[in-house]
């Protein structure tokens, strides 16, 4: 068990709704990030949140939001959704911002798009 | 680009020989390794990291990794193999000045047979 939280572990819509991911990070941990794992692209990097800030971006669309709140847990928001976002989404925490500090993932918010 | 790359996306071993899952990296300054692996319905879990130092580096159960700059390569070994490292294995790479973002290679699925 990582310690990270990551609800709900299954999630079945349809195009055009908005759903929220929710992330709980291990005790401790400053640093949330969001991954999202499809048979086509593989595993990318969306989003990191230290400590209530954004810190870094990668490939994230702009249909998708995320925010971590003062508690630390995290929040992916994916709207206006197309059949392509069907994925694993994990969340990954560390105590830092440091390369130095591993990240340990949840195991997964498993999204499907009817 | 900055990049890492999984040659193989599946290897065969049988149980008691070494495992050897290879991984190279394109990185502007000095590289940030890691091996994660992902069991079937699970998060990712950490192996090990290179950071600086040697260039051996010892993880967890039992897996090792070897740095190689002039071949800019990360291989992951295990000397000797059990079925239950049958897994799919991430080699990833730290990017960018900012934050602490992965870039992952494709996956390697390692498959040991008894």
């Known amino acids: 068990d990582s310690g990270v939280t990551q609800t709900p572990k299954h999630l079945i819509t349809a195009t055009g709704q908005r759903v929220t991911l929710r992330c709980s990070p291990r005790s401790g941990d400053l640093s949330v990030y969001w991954y999202q794992q499809s048979l086509d692209q593989g595993l990318q990097f969306l989003i990191q949140y230290y400590n209530g800030e954004e810190r870094a971006k990668g490939n994230i669309l702009e249909r998708f939001s995320a925010q971590q709140f003062p508690d630390l847990h995290s929040e992916l928001n994916l709207s206006s959704l197309e059949l392509g976002d069907s994925a694993l989404y994990f969340c990954?925490?560390?105590?830092?911002?440091?390369?130095?500090?591993?990240?340990?993932f949840g195991d997964g918010t498993r999204l499907s798009i009817l | 680009a900055q990049s890492v790359a999984q040659p193989e996306d599946q290897v065969n071993v049988a149980e008691g020989n070494p495992l050897t899952v290879k991984c190279t990296y394109s990185?502007?300054?000095?590289?940030?390794l890691f091996w994660y692996v992902q069991y079937p319905n699970r998060g990712l879990q950490f192996l090990l990291k290179?950071?600086?130092?040697?260039?051996l580096v010892k993880g967890s159960y039992g897996f090792e990794a070897e740095f190689n700059k002039s071949q800019t390569s990360f291989h992951l070994k295990k000397p000797s193999a059990l079925v239950s490292d049958s897994a799919l294995y991430f080699c990833?790479?730290?990017?960018?000045?900012?934050?602490?973002?992965?870039?992952f290679g494709g996956g390697t699925r390692v498959l040991v047979k008894p």
């Open positions: 990833a790479v730290r990017i960018g000045a900012a934050g602490n973002k992965l870039t």
């Open positions: 990185v502007s300054g000095n590289p940030y």
């Open positions: 990954a925490s560390s105590v830092g911002d440091s390369p130095n500090q591993p990240q340990h």
């Open positions: 290179y950071i600086t130092g040697d260039n």
